[in-house]
């Protein structure tokens, strides 16, 4: 390696300093002044700073089952079964009745309401149970749960005819009445603090 020795002139009469041995980089280094050696030392300090502080970690939000797959979310009859209590029957009955009051235009009038009105052996044809299933479980639990928009009740259309079984809906006042999705599942499946209403509605003896 070569070695550079740095001279120095001197007047009469002056001290002539040591001379100065650098190497062969050194003469030309950048880092020589105490200005260059702070600088790089504030430069340095900086980096290692940034490098000890992690950056904050962002929580994803919780995606909703409904969000997850839109073909997914529930149809018509799991609406019907959400404010049936859960009943499948009742559930079943139900979905018919809106159906009808949907593709019935025409409507009867007592009361100042609109109604539809057919036997008890039509109601059960039209939703596809038994005469036992709509008697004994579909209707009273229909009656029970959906008495905030639903509206049962017998009566004639002419004195004479034969009695008929009269239902009538609140549109409006069922769109608000289903229990929250997430709290119906639960309740569907039996977990958390809500527990199931209803039975199996085919077990023996329900008819």
Known sequence: MAIIIHKSKAK????????EITGPGEAKSPFKSEAAKKE???Y???GKSKA??????VKKPTPK????????????YALCRNLAGGDMAAGVLLHRVVVLWKLRKKKLKRGGQEWLAFSREDWARTAGLSEGEFKNRALPRLRAECSSFLEVT???IVPTGPKLL???IDVEAMAGAAMPW???EMALNGLGLMQKKAKYPYAKGSE
């Open 65 to 76: 089952p409904e969000d997850v797959n839109p073909w997914a979310a529930p149809g018509e």
């Open 182 to 184: 997430d709290m119906y």
């Open 44 to 46: 340095i300090a900086k």
């Open 154 to 156: 017998q009566a004639r």
């Open 40 to 42: 790089l030392a504030a």
């Open 12 to 19: 009469a009469g002056e001290t002539v300093p040591a001379p």
């Open 52 to 57: 000890a502080t992690k950056p904050k970690a």
């Open 166 to 168: 009269w239902v009538s």
